[in-house]
């Protein structure tokens, strides 16, 4: 399923209609910020751990260049072949080539952001490759031919229900909504393709530059099986993912799995430091990393917004967002969604095809509170915001609203009366019924203005506080 963020407007409008999709959505994320405040509240050091991590973030993003030549000499010495793409073209041509070199006809992958950006699996199915996803949510949503909803849980958007439909359909099995039966049946399924496949793609959570090693983080064994089955293993990694030496890795693993599943732990860290030697009968014979910048050096190259690049992929802020909470992640178009895709779609896309992702935020900062490495998103956005404004893609009924403002600002009287009317307006309505603002409450609950109007509150509040405090 092709989707684009420049059609964001149109697929919050669909979201906002679908009311299984938005059950489905609130029950997930509320589930998920519960299991993360209690996991957060028995780690009294937590906000330590956000201004470490943030601090060693900003040191390996501020000497990118160095921590990454570091980490390419090491991962040669370790006997790792590295590759550099700029773009989605280049890092595609060099997959095929190696592909079509080492003769691999069957690829299984683990869950990855990153290849999700290079629209990987479509374009190597195009290529006669059997490419098959082996998390289990990335497994639904590839069976669905769509793309993630969620940074960490793909198939958060559809029920229990919607996946034995989809088995039934797919996979010609029996219908269940049983958890663990949906779990048995496609575990049947993906555990001869580990066994067959010539290849194994993973992402990576975090590269270390001092080792030439990375890792990846994972629930169900799936990235443990792809890493280790296949006879070759290629990583596809954003080059912000490094950390300066494994000292650092602790702060982030014991940050990412609260923030990511509620968990104290995840349940598998798997290490790749190089192809398996000879004395042991498990591995991949061959280990590639592919290093892929596709705008991350123009992100980086702006010091007011590169350090939305710290992020760690953890979904925290999604979660939490009263926007992601009401429509999902397919209304943001792209494979990055929520506040921080909000941030990260028209730095990847540039500001014509991106120009709604930095308005979709109420800029309630809640994101920020929640962000295990301290992005201040709602600031970021802002400033996205005013580029959007500055390139002359701002929507017209915004520009026509700020107008209409600015002129009331500079006329006085008229910005009373036009204060006060609506308010009087509404006194000829019947009962409790709202004022009428067609368009804008069709899909919102719009209250009752307050008849005394806001000044007037005001003055009186400031009265009051003299009053008291003489
Ligand atoms: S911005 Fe922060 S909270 Fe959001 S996904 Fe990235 S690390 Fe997690």
């Known amino acids: ?156 958007h559809l029920t229990r229900q919607d996946i034995g439909k989809l088995f039934q359909e797919k996979l010609g099995a029996d219908y269940t909504e049983d958890p663990e039966e949906l779990l048995q049946i496609a575990r049947k399924k993906l555990r001869q393709k580990f066994l067959a496949a010539d290849m194994g793609i993973s992402g990576v959570n975090f590269a270390i530059a001092d080792s030439g090693s990375f890792c990846v983080v994972e629930n169900e064994a799936n990235a443990h099986l792809t890493v280790s089955l296949p006879r070759i293993h290629l990583a596809v990694m954003g080059i912000e993912k490094l950390l300066p030496d494994k000292g650092a890795l602790p702060v982030f693993l014991k940050l990412l799995a609260p923030s990511a599943t509620g968990q104290k732990a995840t349940s598998y860290v798997n290490f790749i430091g190089g192809p398996s030697s000879e004395k042991y009968n498990e591995g991949p014979k061959e280990v590639h990393i592919l290093l892929l910048d596709n705008s991350r050096s123009k992100i980086l190259a702006d010091s007011r917004l590169r350090e939305t690049l710290f992020c760690i992929r953890c979904g925290a802020c999604l979660n939490i967002c009263p926007v992601y909470q009401q429509v999902g992640g397919h209304a943001y178009g792209w494979v990055y969604m929520g506040p921080i895709g909000s941030t990260l779609i028209p730095q990847y896309l540039g500001l014509v095809e991106g120009k709604y992702a930095p308005f979709a935020s109420s800029l309630c900062g809640a994101c920020y509170e929640v962000c295990p490495v301290r992005i201040n998103i709602p600031h970021h956005l802002l400033k996205l915001r005013n580029k959007v404004v500055e390139a002359g893609q701002s929507m017209k009924g915004e520009k026509m609203g700020i107008a209409v403002w600015a002129f009331l600002a500079k006329h006085p009287m008229l910005y009373r009366f036009a204060t006060w009317f609506p308010a009087q307006l509404q006194k000829l309505l019947p009962g409790e019924m709202a004022f009428p603002a067609p368009g804008y409450a069709k899909e919102r609950a719009i209250g009752r203005f307050d008849p005394k109007g806001f000044r007037k509150k005001l003055f009186k509040l400031e009265k009051d506080s003299k009053k008291s405090s003489e």
């Open 1 to 156: 399923m092709e989707m684009t963020p420049s059609k964001t407007k149109q697929y919050i409008k669909e979201a906002l209609k679908d009311d299984h999709l938005r059950t489905a959505v609130d029950k997930a994320t509320q589930t998920a910020l519960h299991k993360r405040e209690d996991k957060v509240d028995q780690i009294p050091y937590w906000e330590d751990l956000r201004f470490k991590a943030y601090a060693v973030k900003q040191d390996v993003i501020e000497h990118l260049d160095q921590y990454l030549e570091e980490f390419e000499k090491n991962c040669k010495q370790n006997g790792i072949h590295v590759h550099w793409a700029a773009d989605t073209e280049e890092a595609q041509k060099i997959i095929f080539d190696l592909v079509k070199e080492k003769n691999v006809k069957t690829i299984v992958k683990s869950k990855s952001l990153t290849t999700e950006e290079i629209h990987l699996n479509k374009f190597l199915i195009d290529k006669g490759i059997e490419t098959l996803e082996t998390d289990l949510g990335e497994y639904i949503v590839q069976l669905m031919d769509q793309i993630p909803s969620h940074l960490t849980a793909p198939a958060l």
